[in-house]
């Protein structure tokens, strides 16, 4: 029987490789430099937005924040408009809540320690499997909310500027790829579980870093050098996002990517081929799980200090790292396609917060930022921070305010009109 079924096997094999090619050369058309360009008003918009919440939320900073639900739906939104033209107003949304709730399960299910039947092959057609069941409900209710955004844009394609077109809607009038409905959709769902969870799990903890007592003096050497390349608050406020002229909020974002990757353990490989590695005959075949943790912390790579948080190690003449510098999105062919869209929306994310507040811990729940125990859940396969609260200070609370009024007009242009009350919740 495994003789039989090997030739087909290969062939599906190659069926899926082609296609995943295909799939990937889309989605990195979607994320090159001048793509990245017109989604400007998009994170004005959402930049702008969880800025104001935050603002308003503390009551102007006069009492704690917990800031994890506002960076989810900073970068759920961002995905969301990326691919469908469609956002959450309000962080209370309950439909907000349910997706960010699936995907936090779904993204379990990518764990390494936490799926026995991944190894054990029984264990998947066992009628008692309670990971099966909740897996089947869970697609059911994501395949459910992605079809919905997807017939939404579907709807509205023939009514969307260039300026405002979505990946959804490309997608469905641009078929020189020669994509099927599936290809649409798995590209779809690709950006959908996999881009919003990486740039929200490495802004969470750099926030709690900053918001420390060792973060204070990078918020401050931070703060100089933005208001230096860029003159004054307002400036920088705009400019940080079509633009990374800011060294040291550059290297803050890579020294956050290190230190704190998305995934300590990368997606298993598997080798295509025999090959030699220090002695060792590495056979065809073998499935490998990377320590993405292990490596980011390597001393001879990142110097002697590899185990201390410190953006500077970027800036010093001495760093010989090339790129892709860390392993936070992958290496090689199979690396994230969207890597230069996520560093934007970390650089721009961290600069207007940096601008626009000086950070604080708070008193009575401070951010663990211990690099191995700072994760809610160390069985997930995402390492999100645990639970904290922030204090937010204006810097400027005229400038502040003034930001606050010329982003208005490119949100609400960006929402069709969408009114500046509910862009600030």
Known sequence: MEFCLRPQLQRLARVLGTRTKKQRRVVGSYTT?????RLRPMLEMETFA???SMYYDSNCGEVELTPQIYLQRLALNVMTMFCYGTRFNSVDDPTLLQILTDAKTIASFRSTNSNAQDFIPHLRYTTNNKRNQTAREVRSRRDQWLAT???GARESAGQQTAAKQTVATMLLSDNNEGLTELDIRTIL??????GFETVYSTAIIALGVLSRSKGQQMQQQAYEEITNVYESEEKAFDKCLSEEKCHYVVALVKEALRFYPPLKILPARQTYKEFVYQGAIIPKGVLIYTNCQAILQHKSVYGSDADKFRPERWLEKDCQVPPPYHFAFGAGVR???AVNFSNRMLYATFCRLIVSFKITESKTMPANIDYIDYKQDPTDSNAIASKFKIRLSARNQ???????????EIAAAATNGLPYEALKR
């Not at 430099?33 to 360009?37: F, K, N, T, V």
């Not at 005229?398 to 208005?408: G, I, P």
């Open 149 to 151: 955004m997807l017939e």
């Open 50 to 52: 969880v800025i104001a």
């Open 33 to 37: 430099a001048p793509s990245i360009q």
């Open 398 to 408: 005229a400038a502040l305010e003034n930001c606050f009024e010329r982003s208005q």
């Open 335 to 337: 690396m994230c396609t």
């Open 189 to 194: 769902g690709g950006l959908m579980s996999g």
